[in-house]
């Protein structure tokens, strides 16, 4: 990667970059061993690894939203732990706190007994909630994954309704354990597992841009709600009252597709009629990351649980369950986990609460998503081959399509050929992106939540000349 282009990167990236480049001699020596890390990987690691396969760097330090490799070449992390990282890496508040605790001798792990620390975490998440939700709010927390609170929320739905089906959405992301997996949309990761959860079905997503039902706007939205309504009130749909009905208000890993307020509003005004428990998955979605503290707030609902895991443990791990304590009707111990009493990640995620809310990042996080937008916007302009330019705050998707071959409704055919190429040629460029959506398709936009307005122009700069890239070379 020794062009003119990665020099431009290190020019420019630098001026905001806390890095020095290092003297040849010493970049050499480091570049020697560089493709040993790699192979090691390749050669003892599981086969289920997934992101180096894509994104084939070895990464020495990292600072706010830089990072640097073992070869010491610059990258802007738009990946950013997949949205674990919402203040960047190493940020000192966290990097304080974190030291600090250290030298206080508090217990690094508890179970889920309590301490002044995590006492003070409870009331800093509480802190965010929307207040109605708030007063009648319990906490559990689950193990560190995403997945587990997933897991948690599910067996609390069905303990507490007696209920045993779940409704999930075409195009949701809930995790990789045997029970989020199975409502996970993606059937590549679900084909080869059998024996899945039994009982779970899907709904069509308002995914404007390849509406289910073919239709647009306000009537893509209508008509899906309306088949949700009559699935749930026919005595012959086939299916059990539900125990509960799962969804993300962005989805991400399905191609940073935003559901509409109207929608949201919709669903929630038909599980209440219904009884039905409505979670929000927000492990991906929330804290800051859409413009509001939780991407539901903007269609102005409560639903019944809330999911929390990545940014929440400020980039350590952490998940949590908040939920209408009228459904906690488990027993003790019915859901447990060792590491579900992480004190270094309640401290670092007080602390990234405050960040959030004293640096004012949800408002930052609107305004550098609405000056992305309008970049990739532009670009889209350029380029037929970006057929949807979508999302929320800081959490954007970017379609790739090739306008040359139609499908049956006439819209373009998907090209996760094209948005691998892409985003290959960002890499080589120094921008990490990563790719989602059906067919791998959509190029996603996850950077933290501190980016500054040149390095937004700096992103969208380095996405336009790669997708140009790219095309040549298709």
């Not at 019944?304 to 400020?314: C, E, H, R």
């Amino acid at each position: 990667m020794h062009s003119c282009l990665q020099d431009d990167l290190n020019s420019k990236t630098l001026q905001a970059s806390p890095f020095t480049l290092k003297k040849f001699s010493e970049q050499a020596a480091i570049s020697l061993s560089y493709t040993n890390y790699l192979e090691r990987q390749n050669l003892l690691e599981s086969n289920a690894r997934s992101y180096p396969r894509r994104i084939p760097i070895a990464i020495k330090r990292a600072q706010g939203i830089y990072i640097e490799d073992t070869k010491g070449q610059l990258f802007i992390d738009c990946l950013a732990g997949a949205g674990t990282l919402a203040l960047g890496h190493n940020h000192p508040v966290i990097h304080n706190v974190l030291k600090n605790y250290l030298d206080s001798s508090g217990p690094l792990h508890t179970l889920d007994i309590t301490t002044p620390t995590k006492d003070t975490f409870i009331k800093d998440v509480f802190d965010i909630l929307p207040a109605e939700f708030a007063q009648k709010a319990h906490i559990q927390f689950c193990g560190p994954s995403g997945a587990d609170a997933t897991e948690a929320a599910i067996k609390l739905a069905k303990t507490a309704t007696g209920r045993r089906s779940v409704l999930a959405f075409s195009g949701g992301y809930h995790g990789m354990t045997h029970g989020a997996l199975s409502l996970t949309g993606n059937l590549a990761a679900k084909t080869p597992v059998s024996n899945l959860m039994p009982e779970v079905h899907f709904l069509p997503y308002p995914y404007e841009f390849r509406c289910p039902f073919g239709l647009k706007g306000e009537q893509s939205i209508a008509s899906n709600l309306h088949y949700i309504e009559n699935l749930l009130s026919d005595p012959e749909s086939g299916i059990t009252t539900p125990a509960a009905i799962i969804v993300e208000a962005v989805q991400g890993e399905g191609g940073m597709i935003p559901a509409p307020a109207r929608w949201l509003k919709g669903l929630r005004e038909i599980t209440a009629r219904f009884d039905i428990p409505l979670i929000l998955d927000e492990i991906q979605c929330g804290i800051g990351r859409t413009g509001d503290m939780f991407a539901f707030e903007y269609a102005d609902i409560v639903p019944d649980m809330i999911l929390l895991s990545k940014a929440i443990g400020g980039g350590l791990p952490l998940s949590l369950v908040l939920f209408d304590k009228s459904l906690d009707k488990w027993n003790p111990g019915a859901h447990a986990g060792t590491f579900r009493g992480n004190q270094m990640a309640m401290a670092a995620g007080s602390a990234t609460l405050d960040v959030i809310r004293t640096e004012q990042l949800c408002q930052n996080a609107s305004l550098m998503g609405e000056r992305l937008r309008q970049h990739l916007q532009e670009i889209q302009r350029q380029y037929s081959h970006i057929g949807d330019v979508r999302g929320r705050g800081l959490m954007i998707g970017v379609e790739i399509v090739n306008p040359e071959k139609l499908l049956n409704d006439g819209s373009p055919t998907p090209s996760g050929e094209l948005a691998a190429k892409i985003q290959r040629e960002c890499l080589k460029k120094g921008l990490i992106l990563e790719l989602g959506g059906r067919n791998g398709c959509t190029v996603r936009f996850l950077p933290p939540l501190i980016i500054k307005p040149e390095e937004i122009d700096r992103v969208a700069e380095i996405f336009a000349q790669a997708t140009q890239v790219a095309l040549e070379n298709t």
